[in-house]
């Protein structure tokens, strides 16, 4: 099993939306979890923190739960820029490599 | 945006040739990681630092090793390249925790 699982999609949801990701991970030792962004051909970049209580950027809420070993990132009123790919991260310590999921394609449509 | 640069950006090279690839940064992390992406596989880690000649492979590093003799520098060597490994590579850096930043990638074509 992967360390980091993701749903690759594609999701394709109108403007407006409102669409949820999740993103599991096998180690239950994790304690850092992230969410980058990745445009088409180009580099990932920090989307969010993920912390115990949950956060929330805007329109962006991110959460974690522990007990089922995943975190999730919602999106609503979706945007047509908020076409991208959406990474989670894991990392186990602030020592250890950071291990990316595949990530999850989202194309907002008119 | 931070301070990494990645070179070349674009290469192509021939079956069995040594390519090097470098990483450098300005910021001073002591967290140093080459990822290659692929269509269908996400970010695979191939080598990662966390520190001068401290080093250590990840998921895909078969066919690649990996120097870093100064805390700016994190190169990345194809000792005889294949067309398996045409992809496009990125680099990033970290202070720790799990927040990483990019360079713009360099894509290589193996013919």
């Known amino acids: 099993r992967k360390e980091v699982e993701q749903d690759p999609g594609p999701f394709n949801v109108p403007e407006g939306a409102t669409v949820a990701f999740n993103c599991t991970y096998s180690?239950?030792?994790?304690?850092?979890f992230f969410w980058y962004r990745q445009d088409c051909r180009k580099e990932p970049k920090l989307l969010m923190s993920?912390?115990?209580s949950g956060n929330e950027d805007g329109r962006f809420t991110a959460q974690l739960n522990r007990a089922s070993q995943y975190i999730s990132l919602l999106i609503r009123d979706s945007k047509l820029s908020d076409s991208a790919t959406y990474l989670c991260v894991v990392t186990r310590t602030s020592y250890d490599k950071v291990i990316f999921g595949p990530g999850t394609s989202l194309s907002v449509i008119p | 945006d931070a301070g990494i640069t990645q070179s070349p950006r674009h290469k192509v090279t021939e079956t069995g040739t040594p390519v090097t690839l470098r990483c450098h940064q300005t910021e001073n992390h002591r967290y140093m990681y080459w990822y290659r992406q692929d269509p269908g596989h996400g970010l695979r880690l191939i080598h990662y630092?966390?520190?001068?000649?401290?080093?250590d492979k990840g998921e895909v590093s078969d066919g690649y090793s990996v120097s870093r003799s100064k805390t700016e520098d994190f190169l990345l060597t194809l000792e005889s390249a294949t067309s398996s490994q045409t992809s496009v590579y990125f680099c990033?850096?970290?202070?720790?925790?799990?927040?990483?930043?990019f360079g713009q990638g360099t894509r290589l074509t193996v013919v």
């Open positions: 993920v912390y115990s």
């Open positions: 990033a850096i970290s202070r720790g925790s799990g927040e990483a930043f």
């Open positions: 630092s966390y520190g001068v000649k401290d080093t």
């Open positions: 180690n239950s030792a994790s304690q850092s």
